[in-house]
């Protein structure tokens, strides 16, 4: 996710995509730690994509 794609999106949207991050998240964890996920890069990426929605959202909210 870029941080363009997340500035046109209202502050319910990036909740779900926030949520849905989290998942993704847990998932890739999960893989990780039983040694079934190959690319391991992924889980460093959805950490950032999280710190991305949850930096607009605060800008967001501050607004």
Request: cysteine-free; proline content about 0%.
């Amino acid at each position: 996710m870029k941080k363009n794609e997340l500035l046109g999106k209202s502050v319910d949207e990036l909740k779900a995509a926030l949520g849905d991050e989290l998942k993704q998240q847990f998932k890739l964890r999960m893989q990780l730690s039983t040694g079934q996920l190959e690319q391991s890069h992924l889980v460093m990426q959805a950490r950032r994509n999280i710190a991305r929605i949850k930096t607009v959202i605060t800008q967001k909210a501050g607004e």
